[in-house]
């Protein structure tokens, strides 16, 4: 697998790709880099991870944290209309926003009940799934 990456993007080129790929944008103020332990299985499953922005007719799911203080159940039902309607909506039950990378804890983050292991595994699963499902149906 290769991993190309830049101040605000990385890219995960897996040695043999599938015609899937996920598109994952991090948040605000947090270096790319922080971000390859969660996503480096789902390249290792033979997704890429590649800017997908000029994409059309994409499908989407959205995987949130419930422990979040940093964005809310709120904001996560406040972006429902500008997202496909199958848009597909994960919650990690117990997980904190700083579960997403791996960057330490952020000020005004939740209070987490699962381990930051327990999330990231049901992150990349969560990401692997939908990107199978995807596949299967022929991309």
Do not use: C, W
Not at 1 to 20: A, C, N, Y
């Amino acid at each position: 697998m290769s991993v190309d990456d830049s101040l605000t993007s990385i890219r995960l080129q897996p040695e043999q790709s599938k015609g899937t790929g996920l598109a994952f944008y991090p948040g605000a103020k947090v270096d790319p880099q922080a971000y390859v332990h969660v996503l480096r299985p789902v390249a290792e499953a033979g997704y890429p991870v590649n800017n997908m922005a000029d994409r059309v007719g994409l499908e989407v799911t959205s995987v949130s944290a419930t422990e979040v203080g940093l964005a809310t159940v709120s904001d996560i039902d406040d972006s429902v209309a500008e997202l496909p309607p199958s848009t597909r909506f994960v919650p990690v039950v117990g997980a904190i926003h700083s579960y997403f990378g791996d960057y330490g804890l952020q000020s005004g983050d939740g209070t987490p009940s699962i381990s930051r292991e327990e999330a990231q595994a049901q992150i990349a699963d969560a990401s692997v799934g939908f990107l199978d499902d995807i596949d299967a149906a022929g991309g």
